[in-house]
């Protein structure tokens, strides 16, 4: 089996992605409320609830392929305050790297690091932090590449992520394009990467993937009739919201209710202006597609669902389940109680699928191939190079994955 870290774990919805082929051996999480979520569903062995700097290379055990960390978003989130990885949240990178560095000082560096976040890390401080994030990871001795996978190409939510992917330098990545492709690497990424100083160029690597299958899950296929965590709307709470859209909304809410097919809507309540006067609006979507889900600061980051069904219409918070849903987690995952709470959990978190994707494409072939290369030099034998990628140099530490 392949062996990773988790650091800034939350409910281990990266650990889901991974999937079966991946034995955690650690993870970390600062939120209590997170950790007991994280213990309840995948035990309490491997999960250290404290700050990343209070961590040691004792509580790291053994050797890792993986190092994962979807360091907090805040302060790089466009509807953040602007602190990037100066801010006391998403400065957490700096420990994190801190951690990296003390086991490549130790001779336990991992062959992969994955580092995931909001696309806004592209352009926090005019792209100096996402120069900042690759100068960090050059400085450890790893080459990388980065790429945005949305997660509405796996379930229905609107979800674009950061993903930076990073390999020891000692493993020679086989260049099968001669730069960018669609749908990963987007305008703004290239844009970020064109800022980037000619030595850290020198170090990027363009990840391909093949383009994702068409979904099929629709948006309805995750809704509940009857929620445990939420009640549906009563008849003058509908009307009201209703009452918060702009002529444009409510032309969209009439073409769903022409449609002939039950269809559901992701509703945002949002302050626009109107005739220079503030107002709360209710925006509404049909495209099959949830809003982004997010933590709930406040009642206007909360998601609500309308559901038309012909000239019936009903509305009401998307419930807990649903949004466990939207992030690609089974009906098996134990959630926690209080709403607000499973909320944050889940709006806090990297989608299941997408992980498991860029494991199989990405990761796994990685370490595979770094094994294999090991192995090559071990024996003396000449194999097929990986179709991702080759080596010329021996790793500078033993291969973890299927070692007992």
């Known amino acids: 089996m392949f062996k990773f870290y988790e650091f800034f774990a939350g409910g281990g919805m990266a650990r889901a992605g991974l999937g079966e082929g991946w034995r955690c051996e650690f993870a970390n999480d600062f939120d209590r409320k997170k950790g007991v979520t994280y213990k309840k569903n995948w035990g309490d062995g491997e999960m250290i609830v404290d700050d990343i700097r209070n961590i040691g290379l004792d509580d790291l055990p053994g050797h890792a392929d993986l ?20 801010g006391d949240r998403s400065g957490t990178f700096w420990p994190f790297i801190a951690q990296l560095k003390e086991l490549k000082i130790a001779g336990r560096a991992p062959t992969v690091i994955a580092v995931e976040n909001v696309v806004g890390t592209l352009t926090s401080h005019k792209g100096a932090d996402f120069t900042a994030i690759c100068e960090a990871l050059d400085n450890l001795g790893y080459r990388y590449g980065a790429f945005i996978a949305d997660a509405s190409h796996f379930v229905p939510q609107s979800r674009p992520r950061l993903f930076v992917i990073a390999i020891e330098k000692s493993v020679e990545p086989l260049k099968t394009g001669a730069g ?6 987007t305008a703004a990424l290239k844009k970020a990467y ?99 889900l997010r933590t709930p600061a406040g009642g ?38 209080a709403y607000n709470e499973a909320y944050h959990l889940t709006g806090d978190g990297v989608a299941v699928p997408v992980v498991r994707y860029i494991a199989k494409h990405i990761l796994e072939p990685v370490v595979k191939g770094a094994c294999a290369s090991e192995s090559l030099e071990n024996d003396e034998k000449h ?10 140099n021996r790793l500078r530490r033993p291969c973890v994955a299927n070692k007992k």
């Open 383 to 392: 194999i097929k190079p990986h179709p991702y990628i080759f080596f010329k």
């Open 194 to 292: 064109s800022q980037l100083p000619e030595h850290l160029k020198d170090s990027w690597l363009w990840w391909h993937m093949p383009k994702p299958p068409k979904r099929e899950m629709r948006f309805a296929d995750v809704i509940e009739a009857k929620p445990a965590s939420v009640k549906w709307h009563t008849a003058a709470e509908t009307r009201a919201l209703l009452s918060m859209m702009s002529d444009v909304n409510l032309a969209k809410v009439e073409t769903a209710k022409a449609a002939g097919v039950t269809m559901v809507g992701g509703v945002y309540k949002r302050t626009r202006y109107h005739h220079g006067i503030k107002v709360q609006r209710a925006e509404v979507r049909f495209d099959d597609v949830a809003g982004c």
């Open 180 to 185: 960018p492709t669609a749908p990963w690497h």
């Open 300 to 337: 206007s980051s909360r998601q609500l669902i309308l559901v038309v069904d012909g000239e019936r219409i009903r509305s009401r918070l998307i419930s807990t389940r649903e949004t466990a849903r939207l992030m690609g987690l089974p009906d098996s995952y134990e959630l926690p109680q």
């Open 67 to 86: 190092v994962w960390g979807s360091f907090p978003c805040q302060d790089l989130s466009l509807a953040g305050g602007g602190a990037g990885l100066r």
